[in-house]
Nanobody
Framework: QVQLVESGGGLVQAGGSLRLSCAASGRTFSSYAMGWFRQAPGKEREFVAA????????YYADSVKGRFTIARDNAKNTVYLQMNGLKPEDTAVYYC?????????????????WGQGTQVTVST
């Protein structure tokens, strides 16, 4: 079992940057593909980015491609989401998730464990 704790959210002006972190418990972090999702008020949770177990492969939603970067440090049991060029429409609660079943999962059903979320608010 994996426990995930996100951090790094906050309030930022449009065009600014934030780096989210997700710390995982346990000694098998490298056995999980990791992903980030977000949920804005009144909207469904949506996929943002995913990284494979080794970190060699990544995948992004079109809405964040070129602005966000997902990376992981298996020695630190942590996955990151670097967010640059933030827009007001990026405002949401961001969740990290872990999957033991799929090499590069991009749907919520493919993930097994979820963090509690961290709020990101982008002002105009």
């Amino acid at each position: 079992q994996v426990q995930l704790v996100e951090s790094g959210g906050g309030l930022v002006q449009a065009g600014g940057s934030l780096r989210l972190s997700c710390a995982a418990s346990g000694r098998t972090f490298s056995s999980y593909a990791m992903g980030w999702f977000r949920q804005a008020p009144g909207k469904e949770r949506e996929f943002v980015a995913a990284v494979s177990r080794s970190g060699a492969s990544t995948y992004y939603a079109d809405s964040v491609k070129g602005r966000f970067t997902i990376a992981r440090d298996n020695a630190k049991n942590t996955v990151y989401l670097q967010m640059n060029g933030l827009k007001p429409e990026d405002t949401a609660v961001y969740y990290c998730a872990a999957s033991s079943r799929v090499p590069l999962p991009i749907t919520s059903l493919q993930y097994d464990y979820w963090g509690q979320g961290t709020q990101v608010t982008v002002s105009t």
